[in-house]
DNA sequence: TGACAATATCAGAAAAATTTGATATGTTGT
DNA sequence: ACAACATATCAAATTTTTCTGATATTGTCA
């Protein structure tokens, strides 16, 4: 089942919020893929990188409890890993919080 | 402007969100209301205190917390203080997450 | 296979949040 | 005003998170 409480700090740190409006916000991938000219959905860890002037094991951190929390998921794709958020976590968070908390 | 980063962080921790879920369930207040027979919305302190088994300050601290992120409203009934849940803030949360986070 | 590039994990340092007891402030009724 | 009760704030101790550099793992390509 849905963590809310986990969801809902994994989205409570201003890094982290900032990572996944990115991910909202992107298009394509930066990284050459195999058979495709270019445009895959989601973003790898180099972009994020670059974006947000992190390191490399600090933006691994985050993108850990981002989807340890459900919000976003990982794929392999050749040697880089693309994340891209996950969009079902995200509507049953908003749904769940109010069936909690609004009568 | 709602602060959605401030209050995920108010909701995701443990303690705020069992304090979140039980003034979503709360139909009336256990303190004497002057001009009432006794059914208000919300809940006071000691009737949080006593939910939760948690120490004055403690309570204090983190209706604080909800308080400033918006969630909760406070209001002064003689000599208690209730808070009940600010259900817009609640609905405009839930629909910038979407609007932010979905695409 | 070896060399290299991308990402993950670890341990310690630094920063931030939580908890507590003590004390302060505010509110009601006498 | 005073006494009694309810809540807020403070400072210090504790706990949890975050950040970093070093090292380990994983994957690709020659």
């Known amino acids: 089942m849905i963590d809310t409480v986990k969801i809902s700090r994994a989205l409570g740190d201003p890094v982290r919020y900032k990572i996944m409006l990115l991910l909202a916000n ?59 958020i996950n969009t079902a976590t995200l509507k049953d968070y908003a749904g769940k919080i109010k069936a909690d908390l609004l009568r």
Chains 1, 2 share one sequence.
Request: with cysteine; glycine share 12%; charged share 20%.
């Open 26 to 84: 992107s298009e394509s991938g930066c990284c050459p893929q195999p058979g495709t000219n270019g445009a895959l959905p989601g973003l790898c860890n180099c972009e994020i990188m670059a974006h947000t002037g992190m390191i490399q094991s600090r933006v691994s951190y985050h993108m850990k409890e981002l989807t340890e929390a459900g919000l976003v998921t990982e794929e392999q794709r050749g040697k880089w890993k693309y994340y891209y």
